[in-house]
């Protein structure tokens, strides 16, 4: 196996997989994408970059693509896109795990910041909508973790009604995807699973 430098901090690391600033830039595209489909959904609105810290949009009608600053029930949350024309009505947060090491040892962690998150949301603004991606490249995914995430995040992403528990979350989609084609991997999760694509709406 070939391995290339790691121009962050020197050490050796595997051609497939990122290293954080590829990592940070592959989660902006996310973001991006999802806020310019949300812009497009809700009429054609305009997309911009918050104010630093600000609690209302820079325009009263936008779709924001993070940081965007939110005073939830537990903490302030940045979150990486919203449509809040009169409070957080839409709120979205990207995740990526990228190698084999970095599933295995954060994975859990995560699950425990999204939980974090849908909460802080949901305890002041209890009918917003908190909707989560979670994006690993399939060579990182070992079968073992792959059981256990799925099935965690299908109990995270069961948010039906306003009733329901604060840390879930109203639509949760994992994407497995194979960093050699860029293309995602169409049997994981399970076609009955509410992690699916065709399900994150």
Same mark, same amino acid.
């Given at each position: ?7 962050e901090?020197?050490?050796?690391? /595997? ?5 954080? @600033?590829? %990592? #940070?830039? +592959?989660?902006? +595209? ?21 104010? %630093? ?7 009263? =009608?936008?779709? $924001? ?12 949350q ?13 709120? +979205?947060?990207? &995740? ?16 425990? =910041?999204?939980?974090? /998150?849908?909460?802080?949301? @949901?305890?002041r603004?209890?009918?917003a909508?908190?909707? +989560?991606? #979670?994006?690993?490249? &399939? ?8 059981a256990?995430?799925i099935?965690?995040? /299908?109990?995270?992403g ?8 604060? @840390? ?10 194979n960093?050699?084609t860029? /293309?995602i ?12 694509? $065709?399900k994150?709406?």
């Amino acid at each position: 196996m070939a391995w290339k430098v790691n121009p962050e901090n020197g050490k050796n690391k /595997e051609p497939e997989c990122f290293d954080r @600033h590829q %990592s #940070v830039n +592959f989660a902006s +595209f996310i973001d991006a994408e999802f806020a310019r489909a949300l812009a497009v959904m809700l009429g054609g609105i305009p997309v911009e970059r918050p104010n %630093s810290n600000a609690l209302i949009p820079p325009i009263p =009608d936008c779709v $924001e693509v993070g940081p965007v600053r939110i005073i939830g029930g537990i903490r302030p949350q940045n979150f990486d896109a919203a449509y809040r024309p009169d409070g957080p009505r839409v709120v +979205f947060d990207s &995740k990526t795990l990228n190698d084999l090491k970095s599933v295995g040892k954060n994975w859990q962690n995560m699950v425990n =910041d999204l939980a974090t /998150e849908a909460a802080t949301v @949901h305890t002041r603004f209890p009918y917003a909508l908190v909707a +989560f991606i #979670v994006v690993i490249p &399939k060579p990182a995914l070992g079968s073992k973790q792959e059981a256990d995430i799925i099935r965690t995040l /299908e109990r995270l992403g069961s948010r039906h009604d306003v009733l329901d528990q604060t @840390h879930l979350a109203e639509a949760l989609l994992l994407i497995i995807w194979n960093p050699a084609t860029g /293309e995602i991997d169409p049997s994981i999760p399970a076609q009955d699973s509410n992690l699916r694509i $065709e399900k994150f709406c």
